[in-house]
């Protein structure tokens, strides 16, 4: 028995007129008749009652009627996951984050990916270069500290982090002048750069030594090795074993795309990561 068998049998029961039936199904009505003179063969009984005036259902008829629906559907269903199947399976995304948007999204996201069947092309970079990256069609989505204030992008805020200052051990406080700073390089993160330097004026500290680091691990590596302070996001904390206060800046966090970008992978992650 094959599901065409269950097409024609579905189409003549509901016609309950062989002519009307191929007509439907698009082939000739002798070809119908024997079909169903097949199928009834064998399922070992009579499906309908036929004569040259009508056509009807019998007993049995009605009843396979029901499980031939049913059987169908399944089949279609069947039929429709596989192709999703298929399809999740080339499906991609691009995705730019720098170090927050790592720590805080990209466990979940791999996780909600994965289980969606959607393979993740990850640029973990700084801000600049994520931007940019996205604005040449390099990446489909960025998370960034900058709203791309452009017509043809969306940005949606989806996090603020505290800012703290932090002091290895053997730094004081009441000394900050004289001890080394460390900054991350403007290019690296800019508005965190923006608001420590906001900070620094505000407090009146006179910075006589400034090292400017160009990535996280050269600056969590110069931070483990010397006598220094710095100002970092919130989530660097469980990096530094130190002294910390919290400073009562925030820095944002973005999620920009292009509008002109109609993939549904994009709103499934933003709707994953929104507040």
């Known amino acids: 028995m094959e599901l065409r ?13 062989f002519t009307k039936a191929a007509t439907r199904l698009c082939i000739v009505q002798p070809s119908l008749s024997k079909q169903i003179k097949d199928l009834e063969d064998e399922v070992g009984v009579l499906l309908f009652e036929r004569d040259k005036r009508k056509v009807c259902l019998t007993a049995a008829g009605e009843e396979f009627l029901k499980y031939a629906y049913e059987t169908l559907a399944s089949a279609t269903k069947a039929v429709t996951i596989a192709k999703q199947v298929v399809n999740n399976a080339e499906q991609k995304i691009k995705i730019g984050m720098n170090s927050a948007a790592e720590h805080f999204f990209l466990s979940d996201i791999c996780a909600y990916l994965e289980h969606h069947n959607i393979a993740l092309e990850l640029n973990s970079d700084s801000c600049m270069n994520n931007i940019h990256d996205l604005k040449n069609f390099k990446i489909d989505v960025t998370f960034s500290r900058f709203s791309v204030k452009e017509i043809d992008y969306v940005s949606k805020l989806i996090k603020e982090e505290d800012l703290y200052l932090v002091m290895n051990k053997t730094s004081n406080k009441g000394n900050l002048s004289k001890t080394p700073y460390l900054a991350f390089s403007p290019f690296e993160d800019p508005i965190v750069n923006e608001q420590a330097n906001h900070y620094i004026r505000q407090s009146n500290i006179d910075v006589e030594k400034r090292i400017v680091t160009s990535n ?3 600056f969590l590596n110069i931070f483990k090795s010397i006598t220094c302070w710095s100002i970092v996001p919130q989530h660097l904390l469980e990096h530094l074993n130190c002294l910390t206060e919290n400073i009562y ?9 292009r509008k ?3 993939s549904q992978l994009i709103h499934l992650i933003e709707n ?3 507040p």
């Open 5 to 17: 068998h269950m097409r024609y049998f579905i189409a003549v029961a509901e016609e309950l007129n």
């Open 216 to 218: 996280l691990f050269q």
């Open 249 to 257: 800046l925030k820095v944002p966090l973005y999620i920009s795309y």
């Open 260 to 262: 002109k970008n109609k």
């Open 272 to 274: 994953h990561v929104m």
